[in-house]
């Protein structure tokens, strides 16, 4: 009974962390489209409502399992993101790469 209590544990913690990693994803991911949308036109629209939706899902699946998902809900609740001070720097980097190629093909 102790090994199946224990197993039941370590799986549970191990989706716990795998959750975790997808909230990080998915935050990241609806941040980049947002950076997108500020630097292109409205083409990206709906783009934007897939990642918020897809973010809202993976927030929703991650506070059911017991994470404390608070912080990263209030991020999704502003209005105005700095888009600076919330990504990931290698990430507005590679994005602002990427946007730098697209427009200058060489």
Do not use: C, W
């Amino acid at each position: 009974m102790l090994t199946q209590t224990r197993r039941s544990q370590e799986r549970s913690l191990l989706m716990k962390e795998f959750l975790a990693q997808r909230l990080d994803a998915s935050r990241d991911l609806y941040l980049l489209a947002l950076a997108l949308g500020e630097r292109g036109p409205r083409q990206f629209r709906k783009l934007i409502q897939e990642a918020r939706l897809h973010f809202i899902y993976v927030i929703e699946e991650a506070r059911v399992a017991g994470l404390d998902t608070l912080d990263i809900q209030n991020l999704l609740a502003r209005q105005g993101i700095d888009l600076v001070d919330e990504m990931r720097p290698d990430l507005l980097e590679r994005l602002d790469e990427m946007l730098r190629t697209h427009a200058y093909p060489r």
